[in-house]
């Protein structure tokens, strides 16, 4: 069974720092994986999806690496802001990608200190 | 365009009692899938609607079950409620089921059982 985890579970920076969100998966047989936060209380948002034969994908101080083989994903954020503070889940897709059945990791709780 | 609505909110029920939980997913999207968030257990899947069909199913009692209308619109039901099922419930909307399809998630409906 695909196990998702990441590191740190909690991280605390200040403001305008750049950072590394770690996502590992223990089955490389991954259809993609997709990186979205939460804030307190509230739904998910998606933030980018990376298809397994991509290696990075971007949006605005957002960037986001996928090493399939070794089953490892990163999200940076750069210029870290007070509004970044939230909860970042990764999620992959497994193969064969027949359904929308992703597998989450337990997300590491951010936040972003003025 | 909308984004997808998940009805109630909040709701509190008692040991025993039934509930359904209601989603709406973004205008042209037919595929609608259901999502149960827990502090100790994290994000886990129940099951996946697609064009009226169930797609996939976690692995959840048959207590909880759902269905989806030719609207897309979906359904998911839980009976003999019990402690244990107080939770987040997620609902999320994809335009194709499995694949490259991204999914969106709904704020979500925040279920305490007592």
């Known amino acids: 069974k695909q196990e998702v985890t990441q590191i740190p579970a909690a991280l605390s920076v200040p403001e305008g720092e750049n950072l590394v969100l770690n996502c590992s998966f223990t089955?490389?047989?991954?259809?993609?994986l997709q990186w979205f936060r939460q804030d307190p209380g509230k739904g998910l948002t998606s933030l980018l999806l990376?298809?397994?034969?991509?290696r990075e994908q971007t949006s605005g101080r957002l960037n986001a690496s996928l090493d399939k083989s070794s089953g490892r994903s990163t999200l940076y954020i750069a210029a870290s802001q007070p509004g970044d503070s939230a909860t970042y889940l990764c999620?992959?897709?497994?193969?064969?990608?027949?359904?929308?059945?992703?597998?989450f990791g337990t997300g590491t709780r951010l936040t972003v200190i003025p | 365009k909308a984004g997808v609505t998940q009805t109630p909110r909040y709701l509190i029920k008692t040991r025993g009692q039934q509930v359904t939980l209601s989603c709406s997913p973004i205008?042209?999207?037919?595929?609608v899938s259901w999502y149960q968030q827990t502090p100790g257990q994290g994000l886990q899947f129940l099951f996946e609607y697609f064009s009226e069909t169930q797609r996939n199913k976690g692995n959840f009692p048959g207590r909880f079950s759902g269905r989806q209308f030719s609207n897309s619109r979906s359904e998911m039901n839980v009976s003999t409620l019990e402690l244990g099922d107080s939770a987040l419930y997620l609902c999320?909307?994809?335009?194709?089921?499995?694949?490259?399809?991204?999914?969106?998630f709904g704020e979500g409906s925040r279920l305490t059982v007592l």
């Open positions: 089955d490389s047989a991954i259809y993609n």
């Open positions: 990376i298809q397994s034969s991509q």
């Open positions: 999620a992959v897709r497994p193969l064969p990608a027949g359904a929308n059945n992703l597998f």
């Open positions: 999320a909307s994809s335009l194709v089921s499995g694949g490259t399809g991204e999914l969106f």
């Open positions: 205008s042209g999207h037919r595929s």
